[in-house]
């Protein structure tokens, strides 16, 4: 069966929807343990069992109350599920339907995992069972706007706790948006600061205020991410990753990594595909 990276949104029933629902117990049916990289927002919500699982890197315990949040592009894997019971919300990008819930899921400072404050739980159930409800059913209409408006809604109650500081500091967020589109081949604070009209000096306080990074520090730190990303799931060579990232040679790219990570390319994706050995 296919792995969930390898599931897209054409349904048995032919109808195409950008809002799918599944259980913990149909992703164990088809998930191989390896990793997983979407092009797609997987929300998962815990109801009983404990057990892990690993979005870009980080390991993050899944536990009754809480929710873990995969967004598109981040190298995951699903380390212990055997136990757990919830749900998997599946949805591309452009799924949302109202601003507030668009912001959310653009923020490129999305948290893998927290709980879910008490009082909220009735009302992230009551949404999430309308939601499931609604994608399960096979009846004309399901692929409109009905699965978007109930996911918004199902956003707004989950209030994930990211994004404050971004959102709270606008040269930051058109900043981390421009750092998004641009890193593979830009890699240097003064490109943005001419693009978005603002100094070095300000793109740099205001990423220290956001993140206690500098500006540069922030790029080093999106190119390092897309580096391991491609060196753990896609398997590149540190040769394969230059190009893709946009340095001028290997060699460049190995002193970059190692500079930013204290190893080699071929060392960190060497622990990163047998951890334990």
């Not at 912001?103 to 995992?113: E, F, K, M, N, Y």
């Not at 499931?132 to 809604?153: Q, W």
């Not at 978005?196 to 390092?224: F, H």
Request: charged share 20%; net charge neutral.
């Amino acid at each position: 069966m296919p792995s969930i990276a390898q599931m897209t949104y054409q349904p048995p029933n032919g109808r195409a929807t950008p809002v799918e629902t599944m259980t913990f117990r149909q992703l164990r049916d088809r998930n191989d343990g390896g990793t997983q990289r979407a092009d797609f927002h997987v929300i998962g919500l815990v109801d009983a069992g404990h057990g892990a699982a690993t979005v870009d890197f980080a390991s993050f315990p899944l536990e009754p109350g809480s929710a873990v949040w995969i967004p598109p592009g981040a190298v995951h894997r699903w380390d212990d599920i055997a136990a757990v019971w919830g749900t998997l919300v599946l949805f591309v990008p452009t799924a949302p339907v109202t601003d507030v819930t668009r912001r959310i899921v653009a923020d490129p400072d999305l948290v893998g995992a927290w709980r879910l404050p008490e009082a909220e739980r009735m009302f992230v159930d009551a949404a999430r069972a309308h939601l499931v409800l609604e994608t399960a059913a096979a009846g004309p209409g399901c692929a409109g706007e009905v699965p978007s408006i109930l996911l918004s809604a199902l956003l707004g109650r989950l209030r994930p706790p990211h994004g404050e500081a971004a959102a709270a500091n606008r040269v930051f967020r058109v900043f981390r948006e421009s750092v998004e589109t641009h890193f593979r081949e830009h890699h240097d604070t003064l490109f943005y600061a001419r693009t978005l009209g603002y100094a070095p000096r300000t793109l740099s306080r205001a990423a220290l205020r956001a993140t206690g990074r500098t500006a540069k520090g922030c790029i080093v730190d999106r190119i390092v991410l897309e580096a391991k990303r491609l060196l753990a799931h896609d398997r590149l060579t540190a040769a394969s990753c230059a190009a893709v990232l946009g340095f001028p040679d290997p060699s460049t790219f190995s002193v970059f990594f190692r500079n930013a990570t204290g190893m080699r390319p071929g060392a960190w994706q060497t622990a990163a595909l047998d951890p334990v050995g």
